[in-house]
């Protein structure tokens, strides 16, 4: 069995943001789905929901949109989700890296966890404001009304007169909420299935791409079944208008149970599904071809 690669935060980074950077082109327009679906209003007595599903929902938009439809919004994933996925990856090398007494050392999965964890804590402070935008985006498309924001930027420029920064990160407590647990989980069944997927006497680093695919996709699924409920409330309270909910995500979370029952912590489960599996089994697929890549142009690093 090969020596194992020293683990480097740095690749780590580079090797992250290529990975997100897959995994956006690849997932978003089911994103788009995803938050028009959790964001529609109650429908009123002797009314119809403005979706009756994903598949309602993927239809109309591309009836009334266009494949262009689709993809509202991706500028503002694109350039935070880079990054976001860098550190990400980072955090979680940095998380590893911090618990090895030896670069030898094999990691137990509650360390796995620990340093997954570690990286959602990172990626925060990229994601909560880019995730803020990217869903105004969305459903100011979907409402058909007055087109409020002329883009990202527009948005950002519009958010800081009204409220200052705060009002940029507005949601910043829910995503830590829907990360933290939800990051640990993601990077500990994707080792674990890379674990389970190799065949004795072999390193896991020469997975086959369909075992990679195959475990990133899972990852995906696994990551998204833990962090639902709290990207549901997510969603609401960034998307609401200000002064809605007064105590925060407590105030969505009383409305939604109240108005809609438990289930409507799934909203938009089946959208969220369709996306997570290829949508992150691009982003592991490409950050394992990144990682080979630098480990062979650079193998000291």
């Known amino acids: ?10 690749k780590n980074f580079f090797a992250g943001g290529f990975g ?16 028009r679906l959790q964001t529609q209003p109650k429908a009123k007595p002797g009314e119809r929901l403005v979706y009756a599903g994903t598949i309602d929902c993927f239809k109309k938009t591309l ?4 494949v262009k439809g ?3 919004g991706m500028a503002a994933p694109i350039i935070g989700v880079t990054p976001m996925f860098a550190v990400c990856f980072f955090g979680f090398g940095m998380g590893k890296k911090l618990q090895q007494k030896t670069p030898d050392d094999i ?3 509650p360390q796995l966890f620990a340093a997954g964890m570690l ?12 995730e803020r935008i990217k869903c105004l985006l969305q459903i100011q498309a979907a409402s058909g009304g007055e087109v409020k924001y002329a883009g990202p930027m527009d948005c950002v420029k519009q958010l800081y007169r009204q409220s200052g920064i705060r009002g940029i990160y507005k949601g910043t407590a829910l995503t830590l909420m829907r990360d933290v647990p939800a990051s640990g989980m993601y990077f500990t069944s994707y080792e674990w299935l890379k674990n389970v997927l190799t065949p004795a006497g072999k ?4 997975l086959s791409v369909p075992s990679v695919l195959f475990a990133g996709g899972m990852a995906g699924i696994f990551n998204w079944a833990v962090a639902i409920p709290a990207d549901v409330l997510k969603s609401r309270f960034q998307t609401a208008p200000d002064g809605k909910y007064p105590n925060g995500f407590r105030d969505v979370l009383r409305e939604l149970i109240r108005e809609e029952g438990v289930g409507s912590l799934y909203k938009g ?5 369709l996306r997570a599996f290829p949508a992150n089994a691009a982003c592991f697929l490409g950050f394992e071809f990144a990682m080979k890549f630098l480990n062979w142009l650079s193998p000291d690093l």
């Open 70 to 72: 689709l993809y509202k």
């Open 269 to 273: 489960f089946n959208a969220v599904m």
């Open 203 to 206: 390193n896991h680093n020469e």
């Open 119 to 130: 990286s959602g804590v990172f990626t925060t402070a990229i994601m909560a404001p880019g």
């Open 1 to 10: 069995m090969s020596k194992q690669q020293p683990i480097s935060p740095m």
């Open 63 to 66: 009836a009334k949109e266009g």
């Open 20 to 35: 997100g950077i897959c995994l956006v082109a690849t997932g978003h327009p089911l994103d788009t789905i995803k938050v």
């Open 107 to 109: 990691l137990t999965y």
